[in-house]
C-alpha cells in the first residue's frame, strides 16, 4: 500500500492529537496499565497451550515497550504531538510506529550528535543544585538519549516484529514440527496483531533453526499482509517453499479497548462514559485460527517444467457466521473489563458476554 493510501485510509478520528503534556502521561499510563492487567489475566489461562501463553506475554511486553518509546519521543518533544487511533482502537497510530521503524536505522546517526547519558545526569544534578529550577532544556536531551539507545535493542513491537522458531515434536508422517511467532502493527485497524504458525518442515538436509532460519523469517515478512484473511495468509506460506508445510495459523488480534478515551458511537465506549469512572474499561481481543485438514497433490508449472507437489488442506467452517465471513476454522473472543462492567453487561448486553470464549476476566 502507498504511503498516500495509508493516510487517507484515516478520519480524524484515527489521529486525534491531545493539547498538553499532562493528557498524554494520563494516556500513557492508562495503556501501561491496561496491558499489564491483559498479561496478568492470562495467569489464570491454565487449560491453553503454556507455549502460546509465553509468547503472547513476550509480544505484548513488547508492545508496552514500545508505549514506552513513544512516551520518551513526545515528553519533550514541543513541536509535535503523538496521533492515537480513539476509533475501535485507542492505541497509538500505525504512523508513529512507522515513525519509530524509520528512526531505528539512524540512532546512531542521532546518538552521535548528543552528550552521554552519564554526562546529562551530571550536568542536570550541577544546573538543579545551583539554580534551584528544572533544566527542561537538558531533561529533554537526556530524554532523546534514552529514546534513541532503547531504539537499538530489539525489545520492542515495530511494524514487523520477528519471532523464534521452536522444535516441538513430530506429525504423524514422521516429519519434525515446529511453531514460529511474529508480531505487526496493523495499519487499517490501527493494534497489534500476534501470530503463531505451527509447521512442518519436510527438508531433511537444512536445520531450519540454525540455517534456515533467516531464510524463513523473510518468507514469512513477505507473505504477512495483516488486512488478508488468515486462510490467505497460511494459503501464501504453503506455496512459497515446497518443503513448508502450515498446519496451524493463529492470529491474535489485541483490542479494541473502550474507555474513556474512545470518541467512536460504540455501545460499551458511551456505557463506559456515562455510567463508569475513569478507570473503567472493556479491552477485547480476538483470536482467528486456521488449520490444515489434510494434503493433496496439485500439477504445478508450464508444459515443459511441469511438477507435483503437496499443499494443504485449510478448514473453513462454513456453519459459523463469523468463521466463514473471516475465512477461518475458528474465531475466538476474549474481555477483560472491571468488575462493576462486566456486571452490567451480564445483565442488560448479554450478547457481548454469551459469543466469549471464557468468561470474562475482571479485575
Sequence with gaps: MKTIDIIDNFSDLDRIRFEDNTEYIAYFNFIKDAFNKLIDSLRSRTQDNPIEIAILKEFLQKYLNTVELLRLKYLFDDNDRMAIDLSDSSFPNYLEIRKIDAEVQKADQYLKGL???????????????????????????LGQVEY?????????????????IYEIGKGSNGAKRYIYNWASYDSMSNRPFIYMLVFEFANTTINIV????????????KVNHDSSPLSVIAKDIDQSYDSIRPKVLKRVDIGPIYCRYSKENHDISKLIQEQFSDDDFAFFYTTEIVHSVGEKEVKEGG???????????????????????RHVSEVNRYLIASHPVVQYLN???REYIDNLKIAPITF
Design 115 to 141: 552528550p552521554s547519558k552519564e554526562a546529562l545526569k551530571q550536568e542536570i544534578l550541577d544546573y538543579f543544585f545551583n539554580r534551584k529550577a528544572q533544566p527542561v532544556h537538558l531533561l529533554k536531551k
Design 148 to 164: 534513541y539507545s532503547a531504539l537499538k535493542s530489539s525489545n520492542f513491537m515495530r511494524l514487523f516484529t520477528e519471532g523464534s
Design 210 to 221: 540454525k540455517e534456515g532460519a533467516k531464510a524463513f523469517k523473510e518468507i514469512i515478512k
Design 303 to 325: 508444459m515443459f517444467n511441469r511438477k507435483s507437489s503437496l499443499r494443504q488442506i485449510f478448514f473453513v467452517d462454513e456453519t459459523d457466521k463469523d468463521s466463514l465471513e
Design 347 to 349: 445483565v442488560n448486553m
